[in-house]
């Protein structure tokens, strides 16, 4: 089992930077593919980005976010970061941490998932 509590949503204007943190129970944590979603109202939740077993390992990024967002994990703390630069008002969404046992950015394979946090960018 595993428990995900995300932290880090807020406004923020156009153009500025947000970092959300993601942390996890369970001392298997290591053993997870991580990753972020979003889901704006009247939306399909969407893939944003994730980062493979290690820390420091392999990351994959949805193309409207490449370049600006960077995924990072510390399985020593349990935790996986979203550091977002340069958002946009379409950036704006719950944001869910998510965990799975295989590398994916297919929503249905990630068994254990946040509870979400709200980030909204105004203009």
């Known amino acids: 089992q595993v428990q995900l509590v995300e932290s880090g949503g807020g406004l923020v204007q156009a153009g500025g930077s947000l970092r959300l943190s993601c942390a996890a129970s369970?001392?298997?944590?290591?053993?997870?593919?991580m990753g972020w979603f979003r889901q704006a109202p009247g939306k399909e939740r969407e893939f944003v980005a994730n980062?493979?077993?290690?820390?420091?390992?392999?990351?994959y990024y949805a193309d409207s976010v490449k370049g600006r967002f960077t995924i990072s994990r510390d399985n020593a703390k349990n935790t996986v970061y979203l550091q977002m630069n340069s958002l946009k008002p379409e950036d704006t969404a719950v944001y869910y941490c998510?965990?799975?046992?295989?590398?994916?950015?297919?929503?249905?394979?990630?068994?254990?998932w946040g509870q979400g946090t709200q980030v909204t960018v105004s203009s």
């Open positions: 369970g001392r298997t944590f290591s053993s997870y593919v």
């Open positions: 998510a965990a799975s046992q295989v590398l994916t950015t297919r929503p249905a394979a990630y068994n254990y």
């Open positions: 980062i493979n077993w290690r820390s420091g390992g392999n990351t």
